[in-house]
């Protein structure tokens, strides 16, 4: 699922593109409204995270022209001005949920679950399934013939980002940029070490093995 973040706090912008990221989410991140409005008028969002104060447009004037141009992709607020009127003023807008900062991430995290199995009126996928393995996207969590699979933060987003293209050749840039939000560097072996021990927990316990394509 792709999540759009605008803040025009760096540490915050980060904090959150990273959290996000590790979470299982795709995430473009900017740092100004007008470039907010930009990506979500010419990208397909699940949801947009838009600070109420950035420079150029606000949140505010962001989302009253998304929603005059038809966008009714979900939007939560954040925004340091607690007062009950601008609350009232986002959610008029046509916001979907408001945080106050500073916040705790976990409780970020839980609204934007909720956001997106809400959806905005067409069904989000929230489980895979291949064989006998099942994944749950919401839960983050992983089942194969009835057995828990006990998978880091990592492993899940890779063990995502491997069943959504199944079928493709995926380049290591690219596991390296979804996964962990890096740059690939051609001296590390990072990724084929979490793919072996992805692997090994998905099969070893199985006769039937997954994983044994190369990806």
Request: glycine share 8%; no cysteine; proline share 3%.
């Amino acid at each position: 699922m792709k999540l759009l973040v605008a803040e025009d706090e760096p540490k915050t912008g980060t904090y959150l593109q990273q959290g996000l990221t590790e979470a299982g989410f795709n995430v473009d991140r900017v740092m100004t409204g007008t470039d907010a409005l930009q990506h979500a008028l010419s990208e397909a969002y699940d949801l947009l995270i838009l600070d109420v104060m950035m420079p150029g447009l606000d949140g505010w004037e962001v989302l009253r022209m998304l929603r005059a141009a038809g966008k009714d992709v979900p939007v939560l607020f954040l925004t340091a001005r607690d007062g009950v009127e601008d609350r009232v003023k986002g959610l008029e807008l046509g916001a979907d949920d408001y945080l106050i900062k500073p916040f705790a991430f976990s409780e970020l995290l839980a609204r934007v679950r909720t956001l997106l199995r809400r959806g905005n009126g067409s069904p989000t996928q929230t489980t895979m399934k291949i064989a006998d393995l099942e994944v749950d996207l919401m839960k983050r969590r992983a089942i194969r013939g009835g057995k828990r699979i006990d998978l880091t933060a990592k492993e899940f987003s890779l063990l995502e980002l491997l069943l959504r293209r199944r079928g493709e050749v995926l380049p290591k840039s690219l596991i390296a940029s979804q996964v962990w939000d890096m740059n690939f560097d051609s001296d590390t072996n990072v990724i084929e070490v979490a793919v072996r021990r992805l692997r090994a927990k998905i099969d070893d316990d199985f006769d039937l093995k997954l994983g044994g394509r190369k990806n």
